[in-house]
């Protein structure tokens, strides 16, 4: 395996590289295991089920492919913690430009699909064609997107091309929040307080402010996502939830279990995760608790969707 990157440490490199992600220098795409289910089963994700993207034409992406300000207990990627070395910082990357960025991930996106076509047989070409011409950008694969400094244009710059676009962020960086504007923009909130977010995310204590900050922007967002990953043991009183999920106003929120696989398995085990049912339960006493009515849900994904009544939007992307 070739290593010329000057920003990953290859241990990490050569970890990503097996678990079969493209990287270019801080970016980096990876196909969503749902994409191969698309073409081979013909089943679609939860995105599409709550949202209507169409899985096999979602590129799963990011800009800045490891470098995060928390270390989540129930993260599958690869931490630095879990093979003994530091934090990775940011301060020295030669960030590119967007233009280059967003040419790099739709570089990456085809060579990885192209394989595809040796079994046009099983595929289809009008689904193969498909899978050429994606339409929607999914910026959640590994890393924190804010981090990268041109985050809004690249954006605009997918939107230009015809994309939607969702992007995952832990919220810390409420400036960045406020000023990017993606077809969908999801928040990760994993802990009601300081003590079970430094007990879950492991980060500081101004992060879990900066969090806070950052949901009181979310009522001014055109469509706002809040997800909140669930862990037996840890983070499932989701009456504690009820005061942030109301504070922020967004317009749906997700609640997902932890699923034990990748490199959270080293910190969790199965027993931490959820049933199907038990999320279920969860999400109807948030119905119970506030204005968020329990709209759908995924069984293979573990994960229910509730709707804001009070801000309800059309929940299909178009």
Known sequence: ??????????????????????????????????????????????????????????IQC??????CQQSCIFCWRVLPSDI??????????????????????????????MGYKGILDRIGREKFKELLNPRHVAISLSGEPTLYPYLEE????????????????????TEVIQEINPTQLYISLDAY????????????????????????TLRSKERTCIRTTLIRGYNTDIEKFIPLYERAEVHFIELKSYMNVGYS?????????LKHEEILELARRVEELSHYKLEDDSFDSKVALLVNEDRRIERFIK
């Not at 678990?19 to 795409?29: E, F, G, L, N």
């Not at 690249?154 to 960086?173: A, D, E, P, Q």
Request: aromatic share 12%; charged share 30%.
């Open 62 to 67: 990011t800009p800045s492919v490891i470098w």
């Open 193 to 216: 307080d300081l003590e079970s977010y430094r007990r879950i995310c492991r980060g500081r204590e101004e992060y879990w402010q900066a969090i806070l900050e950052t949901l009181d």
């Open 265 to 273: 398995r080293r910190r969790l085990t199965l027993e931490h995760m």
């Open 84 to 113: 003994g070395i530091s934090q990775i910082s940011y301060d020295n990357i030669k960030w590119k430009e967007p233009e280059e960025v967003l040419e790099d991930i739709l570089e990456m996106h085809r060579r990885v699909v």
């Open 1 to 58: 395996m070739n290593y010329n990157n000057p920003y990953i440490p290859q241990e990490i490199y050569e970890i990503l590289r097996k678990q079969r992600y493209q990287i270019r220098d801080h970016s980096a795409v990876k196909l969503c295991g749902w994409v191969k289910k698309s073409l081979l089963e013909n089943k679609s994700c939860y995105k599409s089920k709550f949202y209507g993207i169409e899985t096999h034409r979602c």
């Open 154 to 173: 690249l954006i605009n710059l997918f939107h230009k091309r015809g994309f939607s676009t969702f992007v995952v962020s832990n919220g810390i960086l």
